[in-house]
């Protein structure tokens, strides 16, 4: 495994995040950017990168990534919901698998903020199972995930791990409640996707 190829499930959807990249994109926000692997890949797409997390081993190994990267890629040890960063002041806005570190709702609405009119939200993230329908469609995700292990090399950066606490239905509430108009769809590997344009 070299630094930038490995596979892992948070890995495995990151190219839904890197397609909703808006044509032309000019800055664009990282949020949990853990080990920078998903920063680098959007420098290649953006005109520069801002990565933050609040873990201070995942902002080392991120910069250390980014050394001889192409693209302008900056990267902030700091809380999200703390830091303070310009309005309107992104065209992309992206988080994989890091917003249930955080008030989900205070998150998704601070990225938001952050998109000038017309930009765009991304974010991957994990829920919790909250019914017998949620384990059944969680289940069917197991032969899926034991194929990929066979065929891909995995990798775990350390990043810090939480269990989520919200299920897949208030993470679908709360998100249409922040971001009117948010494409919701769950995952067979035990993710969602959320996908937003900001209007104007």
Avoid at 34 to 56: F, K, P, W
Avoid at 93 to 121: I, K, Y
Wanted: net charge positive; with cysteine; proline share 6%.
């Amino acid at each position: 495994m070299t630094q930038v190829d490995y596979w892992n499930h948070n890995v495995h959807y990151q190219p839904l995040i890197l397609n909703a990249v808006p044509p032309g994109c000019g800055p664009a926000l990282d949020v949990g950017c853990g080990d920078g692997l998903l920063a680098c890949r959007l420098a290649g797409r953006c005109g520069s990168v801002t990565g933050i997390d609040s873990d201070a081993r995942m902002i080392t190994l991120a910069r250390k990534r980014a050394e001889g990267s192409p693209g302008q890629l900056t990267f902030a040890e700091a809380d999200f919901l703390a830091h303070p960063m310009a309005e309107a002041s992104f065209d992309f806005v992206c988080a994989n698998t890091s917003l249930h570190h955080m008030d989900f709702e205070a998150a998704l609405a601070a990225m938001s903020r952050l998109l000038r009119p017309g930009g765009r939200l991304a974010v991957v993230g994990l829920a919790a199972n909250g019914s017998a329908w949620d384990w059944l469609v969680g289940a069917a995700g197991v032969p899926a995930g034991q194929f990929y292990r066979t065929v891909r090399e995995r990798g775990n950066p350390g990043a810090p791990v939480k269990d989520p606490d919200m299920t897949w239905s208030e993470v679908r509430s709360a998100a249409r409640r922040v971001l009117p108009g948010v494409l919701w769809r769950r995952h067979l590997l035990w993710r969602y996707s959320l996908r937003w344009r900001k209007p104007g």
